[in-house]
T-cell receptor
Framework: DAKTTQPTSMDCAEGRAANLPCNHS???????VYWYRQIHSQGPQYIIH???NNETNEMASLIITEDRKSSTLILPHATLRDTAVYYC??????????????FGKGTKLTVNP | GAVVSQHPSRVICKSGTSVKIECRSL??????MFWYRQFPKQSLMLMAT?????????EQGVEKDKFLINHASLTLSTLTVTSAHPEDSSFYIC???????????FGPGTRLTVT
């Protein structure tokens, strides 16, 4: 079972920031928070991941709360092409069975013109 | 990021026949590859994990004799759906892991339709 909970859907206006929340209250100390997205009928695309500190790359920013029980993915200037299902996943980076990615239902983000 | 390809992108086959789907890591060596299945309006479900040169590990409820996985090289894994039935129609997606501590990168998926 997925160890995260996310809202089923969200809407965002084009050009505005999209803030996607994720709860992972049972995360353990060595588990990372990963974000992937899936555009319709394509394979998932890696976005970003983090352990404790906030992270930023060319696609997005990841804000992790101090207690690590929740996080927020931020798309700073959403475009129509960002419309997708966004998955928040926790996983251990060490090998073995824990390297599996367990997908929950994700958040369907719709960016409106 | 690293590139993973799948072939074919879509396939239609008759009930009772077998279909092979290929997954390749194009610019890195993947010691571990994963196969997922996704039904319409549902999330990805992991079917099996394969390590190069060893037998695949199947998730509970996935028939290993029906979904044959071969990971004969560090850049290629194949999934063969044997004796396909209409209920096997789905979107099959592979991912490849770049090294023991690396990230997983996904292929574009294969749409299988069994008639």
């Amino acid at each position: 079972d997925a160890k995260t909970t996310q809202p089923t859907s969200m809407d965002c206006a084009e050009g505005r920031a999209a803030n996607l929340p994720c709860n992972h209250s049972t995360i353990s100390g060595n588990e990372y928070v990963y974000w992937y997205r899936q555009i319709h009928s394509q394979g998932p695309q890696y976005i970003i991941h983090g352990l404790k500190n906030n992270e930023t790359n060319e696609m997005a920013s990841l804000i992790i709360t101090e207690d690590r029980k929740s996080s927020t993915l931020i798309l700073p200037h959403a475009t129509l092409r960002d419309t997708a299902v966004y998955y928040c996943i926790v996983r251990d980076k060490v090998g073995g069975g824990s390297e599996k990615l367990v997908f929950g239902k994700g958040t369907k983000l719709t960016v409106n013109p | 990021g690293a590139v993973v390809s799948q072939h074919p992108s879509r396939v239609i086959c008759k009930s009772g026949t077998s279909v092979k789907i290929e997954c390749r890591s194009l610019d890195f060596q993947a010691t571990t590859m994963f196969w997922y299945r996704q039904f319409p309006k549902q999330s990805l479900m992991l079917m099996a994990t394969s390590n190069e040169g060893s037998k695949a590990t199947y998730e509970q409820g996935v028939e290993k004799d029906k979904f044959l996985i071969n990971h004969a090289s560090l850049t290629l894994s194949t999934l063969t759906v044997t004796s396909a039935h209409p209920e096997d129609s789905s979107f099959y997606i592979c991912s490849a892991k770049e090294g023991p501590m690396g990230e997983q990168y996904f292929g574009p998926g294969t749409r299988l339709t069994v008639t």
